[in-house]
């Protein structure tokens, strides 16, 4: 993600034919005068303050939710503040993101601190494994080969993926639009087992260097013993189990919540139709916009501005709703499709696009419980 600005650098000058076959030429300038008024404007420019306040005011509240555990101390009464640790705790990874991305600042170091801090320390989830994951998933948003967003796992998003499935995944893809939410609870989890996973293991081509894994390590397992230490020494076993599944459970749907809508069922690019798209295609008809006002700015951590993100990843979060008339525009004036729509409407198009995938496996288990009813 710190690499962010460089790729948009180097996909403006790409000179590959978008959809409906304009020249190379016109592919590479589609972008170019967006990005020239942005910056014009001053959109581009840093909000170092902007970012200051709101990290100082998570951070005191966050506190203020830990205070409280210990204050109430062990009953389960304490167990309605895993909300908002839980609605804090995605805000720390939200500000993860962005320092990811280079919205905060241009010091690369001091980006890496945020990150390290916010994210391993505060979040239990690697930095090393977010960033490269999050780098190629931009570089190349709902590409089938390319971006891990969409690789085939647990849930699939390309009927490709989805064929030949059988067993326990086959009925996981067969009833994925349903257990969409169900599965996001485990995300908060699953972040953590990746970056153990990533920052421990022996193996990987992805492995970040021995100076980085140490200082990740650390931070991974001060947080795990931070984290357990507090509702062990507080509250009893069982009211800590509960309590921790509690807030990571609803971690866990609060990121999916915030990401689900953002490319699920939106355009997928063709790997073997040799078609290359430039980079405001790419960017554009990939993702899908939320609309809304300031609390959906603040619960969806700005990522329902995702065709802005995504054209200028190293935009500060205020600035995208600035942008979004500009890009607009544009779009308008290039016939290109601008996506946006209301919250629930965007998890029905998603949830929509991953009940067509399994289509194919449910039709393939109705025919097999007809042979074996008849005795066919």
Known sequence: MSQATATV??????????????????AGSDFAPLLRAAKEQGL????TGWYARAITVNVLAMAAVVTGIVLIGPSWWVLPLAVPLALLSARTAFIAHDAGHAQITADRRISRIIQLLHGNLLLGMSQDWWND?????HANP????????????????????AEGRTGFRGWLTRHQARLFFPLTTLEGLALKVYAFRHVF???????????GRAVEGGLLVA???????????????????????LHQMLLGLHLGMAFAPNHKGMEMPDPESGERWGHLQRQVLTSRNIRGGVLTDWFLGGLNYQIEHHLFPSMPRPHLRLVQQLVRDHCRGLGMPYTETGLVESYRQA????????????AQEAVRRRRKETGA
Request: proline share 10%.
């Open 133 to 137: 994951k999050h780098n190629r998933h």
């Open 142 to 161: 709902n590409h089938v080969d390319k971006d891990p967003d969409v690789a085939p796992d647990v849930l699939v998003f390309s009927q490709d993926h």
């Open 223 to 245: 947080h795990v013993a931070g984290y357990v230490t507090l509702l062990l020494t507080v509250l009893t076993p069982l009211q800590a189990l509960v309590f921790a599944l």
């Open 44 to 47: 581009l420019d840093r909000r």
């Open 201 to 211: 293991s022996r193996t990987g081509d992805r492995r970040p260097p021995a100076r």
């Open 351 to 362: 949830l929509g696009h991953m009940h067509e995938v399994g289509g194919a496996l449910r």
């Open 9 to 26: 650098s180097a996909l403006v000058s790409e000179p590959s034919p978008p959809p409906g076959g304009r020249s190379a030429r016109s």
